[in-house]
C-alpha cells in the first residue's frame, strides 16, 4: 500500500527561478504523492502564484516573525497544519529531482527513512549542534539533515511542539519559535524523534550505510542558475 506523502513546499519570491526547476523537475519526475502544498508569505503571492499555477495548493499568511529564516523553520514546524497526510515530505526551492520519484524512495522496511551522522565524525562542522542541545535540554551527538531525504510523521511535528509547549512554558509555540535566533527545524525534529520515536523511522546511518539512493540535486539557491546550472537542470529535464 502507497503511504500517504504530501509534499510541503515553503519558499519565497527570491527562489522563484529555483521554484521554477523544482516543480518542473517534479511535473516529470514525481508520482504518487497525496499533493503538493506550497507555502508562501502573503507579500509572495504575486510572484508565486503564476509559478505553481494548478500544480498544487498554494497557501499563504502573514509571516510569524520579520527574520526570513527562522519564519520559514517556524512554518515547516507546523507543516501538518496544512496536510492531512500522514507524512510530510518537504524539500526545498532548489531541489531538482533526476530519476522518478515516489513516496517508496523515502521509506525502508515500511517506515519514513532519515539519514544521520555523528558529530563527532564531522569534524568540527557542527553549526547546530549546541543550537539544538539548547532547545532540547539535553546533549545532542547526531546531526540530521543529511542530503534531501527529509520526511516526518505528523505525529512527530505535534510531538515536537508540544514537547516544547511544556520544556518552555509556551502557550503559543509559534510566537514562542519565531523569537528565536539560531536554530535548525530538522535537527530538532531528528533529535526528538531519535528520543521518543525511534522505532517510527529507519535510521540511515550515511557514516556505514551506503545503500539509499538520492534521485534529487540541491543546489545553492543563494546562487544564480548559472549557464554551467542550467545546462545540468537540462540534462536532467530534457
Not at 186 to 196: I, T
Amino acid at each position: 500500500m502507497t503511504p500517504n506523502v504530501s509534499i510541503f513546499l515553503r519558499t519565497y519570491h527570491k527562489d522563484a527561478p529555483w521554484l521554477v526547476e523544482c516543480l518542473r523537475s517534479m511535473d516529470k519526475f514525481c508520482s504518487g504523492f497525496s499533493e503538493l502544498v506550497i507555502h508562501v508569505d502573503d507579500a509572495d503571492v504575486k510572484v508565486i502564484a503564476p509559478i505553481v499555477g494548478r500544480r498544487g495548493r498554494l497557501v499563504h499568511e502573514p509571516p510569524h516573525t520579520k527574520h526570513g529564516y527562522i519564519n520559514q523553520q517556524v512554518v515547516k514546524l507546523h507543516a501538518d497544519k496544512y496536510t492531512a497526510a500522514s507524512f510530510v515530505f518537504m524539500p526545498d526551492s532548489d531541489y531538482v529531482f533526476t530519476r522518478p520519484t515516489t513516496p517508496d524512495f523515502l521509506f525502508r522496511d515500511g517506515k519514513p527513512c532519515i539519514l544521520y551522522q555523528s558529530y563527532k565524525s564531522l569534524a568540527g562542522q557542527t553549526p547546530w549542534q549546541r543550537p539544538t542541545e539548547q532547545i532540547m535540554g539535553r546533549p545532542v551527538a547526531h546531526e540530521f539533515m543529511r542530503r534531501p531525504r527529509l520526511i516526518w510523521r505528523r505525529e512527530t511535528l505535534v510531538g515536537l511542539r508540544s514537547f516544547l509547549a511544556t520544556r518552555f512554558k509556551a502557550k503559543n509555540v509559534a510566537k514562542w519559535l519565531s523569537y528565536q535566533t539560531s536554530m535548525s527545524e530538522h535537527n530538532l525534529l531528528g533529535a526528538f524523534a531519535f528520543v521518543h520515536e525511534r522505532d517510527k523511522y529507519s535510521w540511515i546511518n550515511t557514516e556505514t550505510d551506503s545503500n539509499f539512493d538520492l534521485p534529487v540535486e540541491q543546489f545553492w539557491s543563494y546562487g544564480s542558475i548559472t549557464p554551467a546550472v542550467r545546462e545540468k537542470i537540462e540534462n536532467y529535464l530534457r
